[in-house]
């Protein structure tokens, strides 16, 4: 089956400054990568998604871009702010509808 | 914009009971899903449903587990004889065909077994 790795587990960045996460998938099958925010105690939100016809994707200040050959993809968010701070997870899915594999988080801490 | 819908939000029971939780996907969703959190770990996939039966489910979804839409609106997961570790947070979803993979998390039910 599908393994989703995601580093690094923690992160803290300067307002200002971006972030990047990384994830790794195993199943060359899997053609859906979404990112969810989640903050304490609510439900993961989708923040941005690729689908892997697609090398990258932007949204204000949040992008994902996605390496196919090397079974990886990323998060980058630019110019923190503090209510950036949440956990982000990653996750991969093949045609399988909503099974998705998820990362094991990341625990964004801007700083003002 | 419209939301899952999950209740209850908390709900305490004592190890061996059975409990049902209850949810209320998006109306014009066809694919339901239930995922879950245990404390400061990641999401995990439990099962999918689609077209009234299981479409997929994890090794976690054994025969302690079942699920069903009783009627049009519901969408419930039933843990029969919880254990300690059943402790979690329960996150029912649901998705939409046109919409690709893309699915949509209730806030959750948080189980606690004591």
């Known amino acids: 089956g599908e393994n989703v790795e995601q580093h690094p587990s923690t992160l803290s960045v300067q307002e200002g400054d971006s972030a990047v996460i990384k994830c790794t998938y195993s199943?060359?099958?899997?053609?859906?990568f979404p990112w969810y925010k989640q903050e304490l105690g609510k439900r993961p939100q989708l923040i941005i998604d690729?689908?892997?016809?697609?090398g990258e994707k932007k949204d204000q200040r949040i992008a994902v871009t996605l390496n196919k050959t090397a079974k990886h993809f990323s998060l980058h968010i630019t110019e923190t702010q503090p209510e950036d701070s949440a956990v982000y997870f990653c996750?991969?899915?093949?045609?399988?509808?909503?099974?998705?594999?998820f990362g094991a988080g990341t625990q964004v801490v801007v700083t003002p | 914009e419209p939301e899952v819908t999950q209740t209850p939000s908390h709900q305490v029971t004592q190890m061996g009971q059975e409990v049902i939780l209850r949810c209320v996907p998006i109306?014009?969703?066809?694919?339901f899903y239930w995922y879950r959190q245990i404390l400061g770990q990641k999401v995990e996939f439990l099962v999918s449903?689609?077209?009234?039966?299981?479409?997929?489910k994890s090794e976690i979804f054994d025969d302690q587990f079942s699920v069903e839409r009783p009627d049009g609106s519901n969408f419930t997961l039933k843990i029969r004889s919880t254990k300690l570790e059943d402790s979690a947070m329960y996150f029912c979803?649901?998705?939409?065909?046109?919409?690709?993979?893309?699915?949509?998390f209730g806030e959750g039910s948080w189980l606690t077994v004591v």
């Open positions: 979803a649901s998705s939409r065909p046109s919409s690709g993979n893309t699915i949509y």
């Open positions: 199943d060359s099958a899997s053609n859906y």
């Open positions: 690729i689908r892997s016809n697609v």
């Open positions: 996750a991969a899915a093949s045609d399988s509808w909503g099974k998705f594999q």
């Open positions: 109306s014009n969703h066809l694919y």
């Open positions: 449903f689609y077209n009234n039966e299981i479409s997929e």
